[in-house]
């Protein structure tokens, strides 16, 4: 059984839920304004109604999204679910004659529910002359025998759950600032692989129980500060100070530490990424830079972060969030907390310690954060992403080897055949920002919040059947636009269309599968004929075809079958780069009029063989018809 891709997917599911209560947040804010000075003290209350509407519907809003969610948005999945909570709670009411619910908890369990039999319901056939409740049409029928079951279970067990769910509730809630200390840990600990939206689900949702004057009650720390529990806030007041301050604050110290000729894309990339976790509270691409590279920094992060929960308990801070703990929330719910203003002198206590911890740490054990070495910068890449996806695609072992993709905030969540068929190095190439393995062929990668765009352009890619070529790095160095190739032949694409490399060692390897068709006698330069009929050229440096001695060693002959990544040629490096007039060597197609469009890496150092540097996407044939849109 594949539970960990259960899991991350049952923790994408429960943020879709979540979408709605910002919007709860601002209509709570705005309902709490003066309105009485201009006589409309009435639609101010209906503001306020309607933010509490909401609250009020959350467990049924988490019933249906976590439906779709598990159900990649299938609409009867979500009708299944909403029926099934209906049906579950007006028939606990009827059986235990109380109030008893499990709140958002019973909304989870019935979306699992819904999400269940359509998966197993979606693909039956009845006989033809009752097709029509056939497939997913029976789902509704299934889910209302099978939440009739579940409600008479739960008539049986409810009252022992209820007492159980007190005592757990009770027992979290007695543990004080430790039991925020110890929260604070796991929820940053968790946060690489994902789960740490299950785990907030439970102490949001769950923990804790609050009365509201008109007798309905509230469960979890967030229902309860936004229905004005003054206890509530506890498991969500000291994210503010490691969220606005502590994460942009190492995003400073990053760009303090990148190297004088990297830094101004280094600032450009950091500064973003301080100002999306300051404003929203979304902190992946921050924490990715230095997770990889030096994982006993983030378990230091993770410490400090509990801390911060636990200075917030002693100093009865209560502050709550709609979306997460970035400025928007602390602004928009600052009426509602208690002692909220003391995050700001916490915030910034913590932003200095973690500026100079981390600037201290990057010198002291040379931690290859971005901008301390070639390559290893994110990029700001946004206009760039249906250009790059499909080299995303290859880098991911290709159309074949997705299994499931989806998409949360920050990262790509994929089930694929084959994770060893990744390649890592493209990936970061490509402006990953790093790339975790769960086992079972489950991985996770950190675009930043590009990754739902590159979700549906990748969507995009594998819905079309089109002819796609991908090349290979063929040598280590450095990849410029064809544009730059100092020789107005290339540079101006009369050969052909491509890119080019400027070599760090003397070796030429096929950037793709094909036949070698030619060889030029000086062996400088050679031919490689793809199976799907592109012409493509390697030539090594600039007016190398009368270079002094042999410089120059083939490896492989006219006639000859290659792979991406074999070697062909074997030449003098320093010979070349003395006596040639570059070292720039074109990779470029001699018949670009087959090809309908490309696809080009970050122009950037890059390796040997390494993947997904350039893509092209064939025109139809005549025989196909039609054409790829």
């Given at each position: 059984?594949?539970?960990?891709g259960n ?15 910002p ?13 009485d ?21 959350i467990p049924?809003i988490?019933?249906v999204?976590v439906?779709l969610?598990?159900?990649e ?13 209906f ?13 008893f619910?499990l ?15 359509y ?10 002359y ?8 029976m ?6 025998l ?23 509730s ?6 004080g ?24 689900n ?5 923990v ?8 309905q ?14 206890t ?5 007041a000291?994210?503010?100070?490691i969220?606005?301050?502590a994460?942009?604050?190492i ?8 190297r004088?000729?990297?830094?101004p894309k ?7 990424a ?12 921050i ?5 990889f ?15 911060a ?6 100093l ?7 979306y997460?703990?970035?400025?928007i ?26 500026y ?16 301390r070495?070639?390559g290893s ?20 072992g ?18 694929l055949?084959n ?7 493209a990936?970061?190439?490509l ?5 975790i393995?769960?086992?079972g062929?489950n991985?996770?990668v ?33 990849m410029?636009?064809i544009?730059?190739?100092p ?16 070599p760090?060692?003397g ?24 199976e ?26 006219e ?7 074999q070697l ?18 074109p ?23 390494q ?19």
């Open positions: 059984m594949n539970w960990m899991l991350q997917q049952l923790g994408r599911s429960l943020m879709l839920p979540t979408i709605a209560l919007i709860a947040a601002v209509l709570l804010c705005l309902g709490d304004l003066p309105w000075v201009i006589h409309a003290s009435s639609f101010g209350d209906m503001l306020s109604l309607a933010g509490n509407t909401i609250f009020d519907y049924i988490f019933a999204g439906a969610g598990l159900t948005s299938a609409g009867i999945a979500g009708l299944s679910a909403m029926l099934g909570y049906m579950f709670t007006r028939l606990i009411e009827h059986g235990l004659g109380t109030q619910q709140g958002v908890s019973g909304g989870i369990l019935i979306g699992l529910l819904a999400a269940i039999i998966h197993r319901c979606k693909e039956i056939k009845l006989p033809e009752i097709q029509f409740f056939g497939g997913p049409r789902v509704p029928l299934v889910m209302g099978a939440t009739l079951i579940v409600s008479y279970i739960m008539i049986g067990i409810g009252p022992y759950l209820e007492t159980l769910m007190g005592k757990i009770s027992g979290l809630l007695g543990l600032g430790f039991g925020a200390f110890i929260y604070g840990i796991a929820h940053r600990l968790l946060v690489p692989s994902g789960l740490h939206h299950i785990l907030n439970f102490f949001w949702f769950q804790g129980a609050y009365e509201t004057p008109s007798g009650y509230a469960y979890g720390d967030l229902p309860r500060f936004f229905a004005g529990d003054p509530a806030g506890m498991y969500m000291g994210l503010y100070p969220m606005m301050f994460l942009p604050a995003a400073f110290a990053i760009i303090g530490e990148a004088e000729d990297l830094k280094i600032k450009a990339t950091f500064l973003t301080a100002l999306a976790s300051f404003l929203t509270g979304v902190t992946e691409p924490e990715f830079a230095f997770l590279v030096a994982p006993y920094l983030f378990v230091i992060h993770a410490i400090l972060s509990g801390v929960m636990w200075i917030a308990y002693e009865n801070i209560h502050h709550g969030f709609s997460s703990a970035g400025a929330d602390y602004i928009i719910n600052l009426h509602l907390s208690t002692n909220g203003l003391l995050l700001i002198p916490i915030g910034l206590v913590y932003g200095l310690l973690y100079f911890l981390f600037r201290w740490a990057i010198q002291k054990f040379r931690i290859p954060t971005p901008g070495e070639e910068s994110l990029e700001e890449w946004a206009g760039d992403i249906p250009y790059r996806s499909p080299l995303i695609l290859q880098a991911l290709g159309k074949d080897n997705i299994k499931k993709i989806e998409a949360c905030i920050t990262r790509l969540r994929l089930t055949v994770d060893r068929l990744m390649d890592i190095t990936l970061r190439h402006g990953a920002a790093g790339v393995r769960l086992g062929g991985v996770q950190v675009f930043g919040t590009f990754s739902e765009l590159i979700r549906e352009e990748i969507m995009k890619v594998l819905r079309k059947d089109i002819h796609v070529v991908l090349f290979t790095s063929p040598m280590q160095g450095r410029i636009p544009e730059e190739v020789d107005r032949i290339f540079a101006s694409r009369l050969v052909g269309n491509g890119v080019a490399f400027i760090e060692k070796e030429l390897v096929s950037p793709v599968a094909g036949t070698i068709m030619h060889i030029y006698p000086t062996m400088h330069a050679l031919g490689i004929l793809t799907e009929g592109l012409e493509v050229l390697l030539h090594i440096g600039i007016d190398t075809s009368s270079l002094p001695g042999k410089c120059f060693n083939a490896v492989v002959k006639g000859d079958r290659v792979e991406a990544g062909l040629v074997k030449f003098n490096y320093n010979k070349v780069k003395k006596f040639a007039s570059s070292l720039a060597t990779m470029i197609i001699t018949n670009p009029d087959i090809v309908k469009s490309w696809s080009f890496a970050p122009f950037k150092p890059v390796k040997k063989g993947g997904s540097v350039m893509s092209v996407v064939l025109k139809p044939t005549k025989s196909e018809g039609g054409t790829n849109g």
